[in-house]
C-alpha cells in the first residue's frame, strides 16, 4: 500500500497492525456477526468497528483487546529483538 510510513521499521508495524486487525475482521465474519453486534459488544459504535476494520483510524491496544474478546478471541503480544530482515 502506498500509505506505508517511510521510516525503517515502521512499515514492518503497519503490515503487522493491518494483519491483526484482518485477522479479527475475519473472525467476526465466520461467526457471521455484523459489526453492528461487535460494537456493542465493545460499546462503541459501529462506525468505529467499520473504520478500524478499513485502516481509518489507528486503533490503541485496549481497542484491539476489547475487539478480540468481542469475537471470542484473545490478543497476544510480545517484546523480542528484531529478528532479520524479510
Not at 49 to 68: F, K, Q, W
Request: aromatic share 4%.
Amino acid at each position: 500500500m502506498d500509505d506505508l510510513p517511510v521510516f525503517p521499521g515502521f512499515a514492518d508495524i503497519a503490515r503487522r497492525r493491518r494483519k491483526v486487525i484482518g485477522e479479527l475482521a475475519d473472525a467476526r465474519r465466520e461467526q457471521q456477526l455484523s459489526q453492528t453486534e461487535v460494537a456493542a459488544r465493545m460499546g462503541t459504535s459501529q462506525s468505529v468497528v467499520a473504520r478500524l476494520e478499513s485502516g481509518a483510524i489507528d486503533a490503541r491496544l485496549s481497542t484491539l483487546e476489547r475487539y478480540a474478546s468481542a469475537v471470542g478471541r484473545e490478543l497476544r503480544m510480545d517484546v523480542t529483538p528484531p529478528g532479520p530482515a524479510r
